[in-house]
């Protein structure tokens, strides 16, 4: 049935008419929709129904072309963004590793890297509230939550085990925190959590992510021109002007093309997607699809003749994980939010090129996941593993979701089956991202107990080294396994190498700071009675 007889069979009812043009907008239909309803009224010539439904369509159409950007309270609110940003840019306050017994530690990471993910998604959720005139309450518990979350953080990573998992940590929270940003904004804009409004606010982050990239390179350009002219004159930039145009510009970039690209009066599935930057976004991720098959392809030619690659180069794993989260952009960017300005064979090519990037994409997801799993078990959990072990997991389940769900809806329904798992894709992300903020401080600390009665030199090594600590000392052949604050003898070399030991992993103690380590029980645990060092 058109939408012209769908009008014509609900007669006057204002409620049902209410109710089939929020199935048009959520469906993409919206034009064929107001078409419909102005053949209508000039069909029942003075009916003030359908008048005002003439009105308020063509204010709708004219508000999405002529968007005005709230700058009265984008502005203030980037250079409020900026300046404090700026202001925890200052080396004093730098993220610090401290000594296991004490001392003033070392410098790892400046504190804006951590905090500028959530302190920007409280100046976008401000600007957001005032400017659509949502209600402040779930703003404010958004933006106490995040604060909260990033003050565990700060707090608790000086407890995640020895100092090479603070930094690990530290570094995970670059990232997680900047995800919990994002996830703080999606629980403000989006009031209804149907399919359609995740995925259009999946869309527009995108979208404002491309964004900020544009205005980071021209800042970027500009910085480079600034101090290329004052170098001329023999003028170095002060540290603090150098701050202010990287932490406070990007401070004030993440508001501004927040702004720039959503409308904070409508929801996420009623932004515009038809032009501008949106439409050149989509186009160009449509235009990189087939290239990205093609290069997963060309890959996967490769993996048999490097196939152990990924199992012994760390730097291999990285680029695999990274390469999951770039393909499931590229895949959201390529999806359209509705199909108005898609021939039918555009869209047969477009759904092809999705379920092939996304099938090639599982296979190189579960590849990465075996390959850290085994490096898992012939060594030993970290945090980084731990996280990216919960990621791969999670990607790997979204591609294999959308290829069943496209399988499932066949041709006539391929869009809403796309829009409604990526929807779906949105709450595992957000649940992992708190596992790792609040489960890493846990799972891998050190128990104190065990260690404050241990001789100085080996409590030095618990806080540094992880585990598996092997303790040895000059002159003696026997190894041992630092353990729950015992030391566990090693019977002997096949023992040790059985247990996937590695001989790098021996540290060398004095024989006297061994000795005061109390026995634990040996490994194999019938070996006998341990030998001293």
């Known amino acids: 049935m058109s939408y012209l007889e769908t009008i014509r069979a609900l007669g006057d009812n204002a409620e049902q008419l209410e109710l089939a043009y929020q199935q048009a907008v959520q469906s993409g239909q919206s034009d064929a929709f107001a078409e419909a309803m ?286 999951l989260f770039a393909v499931m952009a590229l895949l959201v960017g390529a999806t359209p939010v509705a199909m108005r300005d898609l021939s039918e064979r555009m869209q047969t090519w477009l759904r092809r090129g999705i379920v092939a990037l996304a099938a090639l994409a599982l296979v190189v997801g579960v590849y990465a996941l075996i390959a850290i799993l085994y490096r898992t078990a012939i060594d030993r959990p970290t945090p980084n593993r731990f996280a990216f072990i919960g990621w791969n997991v999670i990607n790997i389940g979204i591609l294999a979701a959308l290829l069943v769900g496209q399988w499932r809806a066949g041709r006539p329904a391929w869009l809403p089956a796309l829009h409604a798992t990526f929807g779906a894709a949105m709450i595992p992300y957000v649940a992992w991202v708190l596992v790792v903020i609040l489960a890493v401080p846990v799972l891998f600390r050190i128990d104190r107990s065990h260690v404050e009665d241990l001789p100085l030199p080996v409590q030095r090594l618990v806080f540094e080294e992880p585990y598996p600590l092997l303790l040895k000392c000059p002159g003696s052949p026997h190894i041992y396994l630092l353990e729950d604050g015992t030391k566990r003898w090693i019977k002997d070399i096949p023992t040790f190498e059985d247990r996937g030991f590695e001989w790098r992993d021996v540290e060398s103690v004095p024989c006297a700071d061994l000795r005061q380590v109390p026995d634990g029980l040996p490994i194999p645990p019938d070996a006998g009675i341990p030998p001293q060092p």
């Not at 957001?128 to 909260?148: C, D, E, F, N």
């Not at 409004?197 to 990239?213: H, I, Q, T, W, Y």
């Not at 145009?245 to 929801?267: H, I, K, Q, T």
């Open 38 to 323: 102005e053949a209508r009224r000039g069909e029942a010539e003075g009916n003030l129904l359908y008048a005002a439904w003439h009105y308020r369509l063509a204010y709708a159409a004219a508000r999405a072309r002529h968007r005005v950007v709230a700058w009265g309270w984008a502005i203030p609110l980037a250079v409020a963004n900026g300046l404090i940003l700026w202001l925890l840019s200052d080396d004093a306050l730098t993220l610090r590793i401290p000594e296991p017994l004490g001392g003033p530690g070392r410098d790892f990471m400046p504190a804006v890297v951590l905090l500028a993910g959530p302190i920007s998604a409280a100046a976008i959720v401000a600007f957001l509230t005032v400017a659509g005139s949502k209600r402040w309450q779930r703003a404010a518990a958004v933006i106490l939550g995040m604060a909260v979350l990033t003050a565990y953080a700060l707090l608790f990573y000086r407890l995640a085990g020895p100092s090479v998992f603070q930094e690990q940590y530290l570094g995970l929270m670059a990232l997680h925190l900047l995800l919990l940003a994002w996830a703080g904004v999606g629980v403000v804009v989006l009031v209804r959590h149907d399919p359609e409004n995740r995925f259009a606010f999946l869309a527009k982050s995108l979208e404002a992510f491309v964004v900020a990239g544009l205005f980071a390179i021209a800042g970027g350009l500009l910085l480079a021109v600034t101090a290329g002219l004052f170098t001329s004159l023999n003028i170095e930039l002060p540290e603090p002007v150098v701050r202010l145009f990287v932490a406070g510009g990007a401070g004030a970039v993440a508001v501004l093309a927040v702004a720039m690209v959503y409308d904070p009066a409508v929801e996420p599935a009623q932004q515009s997607f038809e032009e501008g930057l949106s439409k050149l976004v989509g186009t160009l991720m449509r235009l990189l699809l087939p290239l990205a098959v093609l290069v997963l392809v060309v890959f996967l030619a490769f993996v048999p003749f490097n196939l152990a690659e990924p199992f012994e180069n760390r730097d291999v794993l990285v680029i695999f994980n990274g390469m």
